[in-house]
T-cell receptor
Framework: EAEVAQSPRYKITEKSQAVAFWCDPISGHATLYWYRQILGQGPELLVQ????????DSQLPKDRFSAERLKGVDSTLKIQPAELGDSAMYLC????????????FGSGTRLTVV | GENVEQHPSTLSVQEGDSAVIKCTYSDSASNYFPWYKQELGKGPQLIID?????GEKKDQRIAVTLNKTAKHFSLHITETQPEDSAVYFCAASDDGNQFYFGTGTSLTVIP
């Protein structure tokens, strides 16, 4: 069964440091999403890509967060500098496109900022 | 934008009993409603979904019902088993483009 790959699974970083997460979507999935999930809450969208273009980044804190999907395949989410409040699970999801079914989520990266 | 509310936040049932989780949504344009199961330390997994042209869908012990007029949809799990214990999220989407998630229900099945 096809999976969305994410790495690392866990990351501990000191505040003010830079941190990056990687996502490889299911092959052929044009749409890629990054979500942040705070413990005990539902996922909240950070950024949505259609191929290599950003479709929605309205909830992305652009002063410290950046995301790219240069070749329209895998994607990187970066935080610089990390803050204590960034501690959360960062989930990547992909889908074939609008109207073609639900997301498939990766297993996520658990970030702890100390 | 869309607002999805989910109840209850926690639910405990005896093994073999049924569990029901309810969600409401606000945007009448939403037409796709998936349910996800999230186990500890893992990403959410799609377990069942329903589109707005259907009132009910079943898959073995899991069923989802949708009332478009009232803007609510529910997940029903029958004959619950300990492995059903997890956090369940509902979501609403406008044609599968952007998804809005509920706040989750932590289900515990007591053996």
């Amino acid at each position: 069964e096809a999976e969305v790959a994410q790495s690392p699974r866990y990351k501990i970083t000191e505040k003010s440091q830079a941190v990056a997460f990687w996502c490889d979507p299911i092959s052929g999935h044009a749409t890629l999403y990054w979500y942040r999930q705070i413990l005990g809450q539902g996922p909240e969208l950070l950024v949505q890509f259609q191929d290599e273009s950003v479709v929605d980044d309205s909830q992305l804190p652009k002063d410290r967060f950046s995301a790219e999907r240069l070749k329209g395949v895998d994607s990187t989410l970066k935080i610089q500098p990390a803050e204590l409040g960034d501690s959360a699970m960062y989930l990547c999801a992909s889908s074939p496109g609008a109207g073609r079914g639900g997301y498939t989520f990766g297993s996520g990266t658990r970030l702890t900022v100390v | 934008g869309e607002n999805v509310e989910q109840h209850p936040s926690t639910l405990s049932v005896q093994e073999g009993d049924s569990a029901v989780i309810k969600c409401t949504y606000s945007d009448s344009a939403s037409n796709y409603f998936p349910w996800y199961k999230q186990e500890l330390g893992k990403g959410p997994q799609l377990i069942i979904d329903i589109r707005s042209n259907v009132g009910e869908k079943k898959d073995q012990r899991i069923a989802v019902t949708l009332n478009k007029t009232a803007k609510h949809f529910s997940l029903h799990i029958t004959e619950t088993q300990p492995e059903d214990s997890a956090v369940y999220f509902c979501a609403a989407s406008d044609d599968g483009n952007q998804f809005y998630f509920g706040t989750g229900t932590s289900l515990t099945v007591i053996p």
